[in-house]
């Protein structure tokens, strides 16, 4: 059959991703490499309902209370542990390796008194998980001084390491009791610290608030992926 005039030879088409595929690798691993991952928390805390309207910033103090009134204290700030731990070991003459230190800024929090941080800090991490259960939670005695309550130590140190003092966020179980919650704020009150956050979980949010509408779109975003 003769060719039509005018008429365009196909070609087979070839592109070459190998250059693309090694670009793609290479931001694959810089995020991997890059991203923060967010250490498991000491202990398991049941937050009570509410209907908060903000979140918790990035950059804080959390004051973790447990169901038996156990304390435990952890900063939002890898940069700002790593300063905290170095005066800390100095101040209480307690003798930290640098991988005693280490697990220190890489945990959640911390919630064994002065006395007992080396030995807890130098178990490996099962020992560890293990040992969670039967630690006695940072000390809180209102009725003394920095000496024995340890609490108001840590608030104090760690607001030199924050952005503007810190901001501070009380976790506290819903089963735990008025008089723990209360040594907790008067701890605060002491150091005039009169502005603070209790973390509750999101159910609840009232329609219309700012937060309400970012969960949403969250939601929105996740459902269009999908």
């Known amino acids: 059959m003769a060719k039509k005039r005018g008429q365009i030879k196909k070609k087979d088409t070839f592109i070459d991703m190998t250059a693309l595929c090694d670009f793609t690798l290479l931001l694959l691993t810089f995020f991997i490499m890059a991203t923060s991952f967010k250490p498991e928390e000491s202990v398991e805390v049941v937050t009570p309902g509410s209907t908060s309207t903000k979140e918790i910033p990035e950059g804080f103090m959390l004051i973790t ?35 005693e230190k280490e697990i220190f800024v ?86 005039k610290i009169f502005t603070f956050s209790f973390i509750t979980d999101m159910k609840g949010v009232p ?3 700012a937060l309400f509408e970012k969960m949403e779109s969250a939601r929105s975003g996740s459902s269009s992926e999908e």
């Open 65 to 99: 209370l447990d169901k038996n009134g156990r304390v435990f204290f952890g900063v939002d700030n890898i940069n700002a542990k790593r300063a905290i731990i170095d005066v800390v070991n100095d101040d209480k003459n307690l003798g930290l390796t640098p991988r």
């Open 207 to 209: 329609e219309g608030t």
């Open 106 to 191: 890489t945990s959640s929090s911390i919630g064994v008194p002065f006395s007992q941080m080396k030995g807890f800090l130098s178990l490996d991490e099962a020992e560890r998980k293990k040992a969670i259960d039967n630690v006695a939670g940072i000390p809180v005695d209102t009725t003394g001084s920095y000496t024995t309550n340890e609490l108001a130590y840590w608030i104090r140190l760690s607001r030199n390491y924050l952005d503007k003092g810190g901001r501070i966020a009380i976790k506290a179980d819903a089963s735990s009791g008025y008089p723990d919650v209360s040594k907790i704020i008067s701890t605060l009150g002491k150091q």
